[in-house]
């Protein structure tokens, strides 16, 4: 893959026709600050005002051809959709950009959180949970198959029977590699669970960090363990949970502080589950601590999403 930093980006918000204009532009706003953490380019923002997205092609025949065009004037190699997007709609939109574009790539809101999350991820149980968050949402997607050749009949090495189709083996290999990850995440979220109750056992005290993403929560963490933890103005710089102890607190007991991923309006539930071991330092803390960025104009909005 080329460096990401070159990409060229259009972003789409599809909305009812009685959507408040503001919340749109938010909604875009949000979504341009996601692909500059990815490390693109905002070229264009469209919204697209419609009653019901359109069940072949999402946007709309008459929209996709408009994005057509601009593809070619602006060189766009992505188009990002702001939604959960099913992946038979998103296919029928790259069929009708590769005529300008042969390479284009066509992401719904997920698939762009997936790809910062592979930027960031460092520890082996992050990139477990990326791995697991993308089979779930992309599923045969992810092998580069279309609909199409995933309906053709099975042949040749590999298959296990006359009838069996493309579509019954991808979804077998699918579901065997999905549980696999399971498996060794539930042994993770087990081995975490051993060591919250050490912690309990041994008197401490624990406080979980929680806020939405890039509200300065690392920075706060820092300064409340010592730590030099990088903190980056990019949204979901922290994927992993990281622990400090509080310091200067003696002669009072030992504290312990915890650092978690943020979140962000629209995080489909799967995100969610997918990081469900890291959030346990949040879900067994003594006090959440929710850190608040009171100049934001959306203030009361993000507090309600956290």
Do not use: C
């Not at 080329?2 to 980006?9: A, D, E, G, V």
């Not at 999402?58 to 065009?69: N, S």
């Not at 779930?136 to 992810?142: E, F, K, N, V």
Request: avoid cysteine; charge should be positive.
């Amino acid at each position: 893959m080329s460096n990401s930093s070159s990409h060229r980006f259009i972003l789409v918000n599809v909305v009812p026709p009685v959507f408040d204009q503001r919340s749109g532009l938010y909604d875009l706003e949000e979504l341009k600050s996601l692909v500059e953490t990815y490390g693109g380019a905002t070229i264009v923002r469209i919204i697209q005002r419609k009653r019901h997205p359109d069940p072949a092609t999402y946007v709309g025949r008459g929209k996709a051809e408009e994005i057509v065009q601009i593809i070619q004037d602006e060189r766009i190699d992505t188009v990002v959709l702001n939604a959960v997007v099913p992946s038979g709609q998103l296919f029928e939109l790259e069929k009708m950009f590769w005529k300008v574009n042969p390479t284009i790539r066509v992401w719904d809101r997920v698939d762009l959180i997936l790809h910062i999350f592979d930027k960031h991820a460092q520890s082996a149980e992050a990139k477990l949970q990326i791995n697991l968050a993308r089979m779930r949402h992309m599923g045969p997607r992810m092998y580069g198959l279309g609909g199409n050749l995933l309906s053709r009949q099975g042949g040749g090495i590999g298959t296990r029977g006359l009838g069996e189709t493309n579509v019954e083996l991808m979804k077998r290999h699918w579901r065997d590699q999905m549980k696999k990850i399971e498996e060794k995440l539930a042994k993770v979220e087990q081995d975490r669970e051993r060591k919250l109750i050490r912690r309990k056992d041994n008197g401490f005290t624990s406080v979980s960090i929680v806020g939405y993403t890039n509200a300065g929560k690392t920075t706060l963490f820092n300064g409340l363990t010592g730590k030099h933890k990088l903190a980056e103005n990019v949204l979901f710089a922290t994927l992993d949970s990281h622990i400090g102890k509080l310091i200067h607190m003696n002669p009072y007991p030992e504290i312990l502080v915890s650092d978690t991923i943020g979140f962000i309006q629209n995080l489909p539930p799967s995100l969610i589950n997918a990081f469900r071991s890291t959030l346990m330092e949040s879900i067994h803390a003594d006090l959440l601590l929710h850190v608040i960025d009171a100049s934001d104009p959306l203030m009361h909005e993000k507090i309600g999403v956290v």
